[in-house]
């Protein structure tokens, strides 16, 4: 892939690389992702001639498809891994993208997740982690954080979420990230330095899902004193508890409690 070039407008970059304009709900954290992806695969840039997308089922999954004008595999539920470690024996030639979500990639499809890490796949993974299963009507995944509501846990989950840069670390990746939408310039730096890298690379993208998640834990995102929609409050919650990994080592364990640790790291760096 060649060196970083100017990105172009928003307008261009829709005529470039989208078929259709999105379908997500108002509020939805996936748009930002897909335009930090869409100004990272401008900035390097990655050819979408030789790119195969492979998705599962989800909101996470519509990214890619119908979206790219690119050639895009939509497949069984949590099967996407699967899917794309075949691609890539089949063709080593082309860039293999999965772009699915939590529910797809890490609940569903978290063995084929694991497996891609420790065989080092290369493929770069995308994992849009809203919290839930967001499409199929909002319920529990492996990523739900302990206490929060879904339709299936509407007491409160009461189950530990996995933490999935260090789930894919211990299986044996490479190279992990984690980055919210609610920094989308370093969110699309960090989707560029994956899309670099030679090997398997799984990004954990903090995604926001308003209309499931957002609704059911309202008392999780507090309103500030000027009246703030449920998806301002969401990314606000994301951008005070979010900290880069960096500026957290300089933190007493206290001020760290409760911080989500964004950044990359390398597989051969002991976490965190
Ligand atoms: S259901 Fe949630 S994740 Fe899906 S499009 Fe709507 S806001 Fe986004």
């Known amino acids: 892939m060649a060196a970083s070039s100017t990105v172009p407008p928003a307008s261009l970059l829709r005529q470039a690389y989208l078929r259709q304009s999105t379908a997500f709900c108002p509020g939805c954290g996936h748009g930002i992702f897909m335009n930090a992806f869409l100004r990272a695969a401008a900035a390097l ?8 997308f492979v998705s599962g089922i989800g909101c996470g999954a519509w990214v890619p498809s119908p979206h790219f004008l690119a050639d895009t595999l939509h497949v069984t539920h949590g099967r996407a891994m699967a899917f794309a470690a075949g691609v890539q024996r089949a063709r080593p030639d082309l860039n293999i993208v999965v772009i699915s979500g939590d529910g797809d990639l890490a609940t569903i ?70 980055w919210p939408v609610s920094l989308p310039r370093q969110l699309a730096r960090g989707i560029e330095h994956a899309l670099r890298e030679p090997g398997f690379a799984f990004v954990e993208v ?14 999780l995102f507090p309103a500030g004193e000027a009246p703030q929609s449920i998806p301002w409050r969401m990314l606000e919650w994301l951008r005070r ?32």
């Open 241 to 272: 508890q979010c900290i880069e990994r960096e500026k957290a080592a300089a933190l007493s364990p206290e001020e760290r409690a409760g911080k989500i640790l964004i950044g990359e790291w390398r597989g051969e760096e002991c976490w965190p």
């Open 45 to 52: 840039p990655l050819d979408f001639d030789r790119t195969v």
């Open 109 to 178: 499809g978290g063995n084929h997740l694991i497996h891609a890490a420790r065989r080092q796949t290369p493929i770069k993974v995308f994992c849009l982690n809203n919290w839930l299963f967001g499409m199929t009507g909002g319920q529990v995944s492996a990523t739900t954080p302990r206490e929060a509501r879904t339709a299936t846990t509407p007491a409160g989950n009461p189950d530990p979420p996995f933490d999935l840069v260090r789930l894919v670390l211990g299986a044996g990746a490479p190279f992990a990230a984690r």
């Open 206 to 219: 903090l995604s926001i899902c308003p209309t499931h998640f957002g609704r059911i834990n309202e008392p």
